[in-house]
């Protein structure tokens, strides 16, 4: 597996990156903005770990710039900011989660491994949580070996948060990147999540759609939790 790694501090990244490599990562440094920029439009990785306060441009830019190239590459954003307003700017720029610093090895570990998963589990037409299976290719979900009749618009929603699962979309990410509908209200996701859940969620007692107050939605089950 190969990392790029963007961290302006020298003494940090020198050592998250032995501790990678030791993890048997191949990992890739970046001290600025423009270079690790570059270094992922250039090659190839598995993972992108960006910090957010980086020279020249910042974290976010770069993960914009990416998925504008239509890169896919799970990105991990590493910041010192832990306001609601921070963390909806990284998600809506197309980042797959977040961790604040100082942090703990084992949790940046556990969240590489989650996101590596997650990637994998996206490339899969047949999703399955315990008793939920979602067939991306016959369009059909079932629960408790029953037949759950969504709508399309709660079908893609379904499906978009399980293939994030762990990862809190917000509702302009579900109008925009979902629905592809910019125009649409807010209210609507608000609207399409309660019907979802009735179907989904209410007859069961593993409930699989989380609100994640002040910034959106997210899918959990299980170990997902």
């Known amino acids: 597996m190969r990392l790029l790694l963007v961290e302006d501090d020298i003494v940090i990244a020198s050592e998250l990156a032995r501790l990678l490599e030791k993890e048997k990562f191949s990992v890739d440094?970046?001290?600025?903005?423009?270079?690790?920029?570059?270094?992922?439009?250039?090659?190839?990785?598995?993972?992108?770990?960006?910090?957010?306060m980086l020279p020249h441009r910042s974290g976010w830019d770069i993960c914009k710039?990416?998925?504008?190239?239509r890169i896919q590459t799970p990105i991990l954003m590493l910041t010192a900011r832990d306001a609601v307003e921070d963390r909806v700017k990284g998600l809506e720029g197309g980042a797959d989660d977040y961790l604040i610093k100082p942090f703990d090895f084992r949790e940046l570990r556990a969240r590489i491994r989650l996101l590596l998963?997650?990637?994998?589990?996206?490339?899969?037409?047949?999703?399955?949580?315990?008793?939920?299976?979602?067939?991306?290719?016959?369009?059909?979900v079932r629960r408790g070996g029953?037949?759950?009749h969504l709508t399309r618009r709660?079908?893609?929603l379904l499906e978009a948060l399980a293939r994030n699962a762990g990862r809190t979309l917000t509702r302009a990410v579900i109008l925009e990147r979902v629905w592809d509908e910019e125009?649409?209200?807010?209210?609507?996701?608000?609207?399409?999540?309660?019907?979802?859940?009735?179907?989904v969620d209410a007859p069961y007692d593993e409930k699989v759609i989380h609100t994640v107050h002040g910034v959106g939605y997210v899918?959990?089950?299980g170990a997902e939790s």
Do not use: C, P, W
């Open 117 to 140: 998963r997650r990637d994998m589990a996206n490339r899969q037409e047949t999703m399955t949580f315990g008793d939920l299976t979602i067939d991306s290719k016959a369009r059909t």
């Open 219 to 221: 899918f959990r089950y």
């Open 65 to 69: 710039a990416v998925r504008d190239a």
């Open 154 to 156: 709660e079908f893609q």
């Open 29 to 52: 440094v970046a001290a600025e903005g423009d270079t690790g920029l570059r270094f992922a439009l250039q090659n190839t990785y598995d993972l992108l770990i960006l910090d957010v």
């Open 183 to 199: 125009e649409s209200q807010e209210a609507s996701v608000n609207f399409h999540v309660t019907s979802l859940r009735k179907k």
């Open 146 to 148: 029953h037949e759950i």
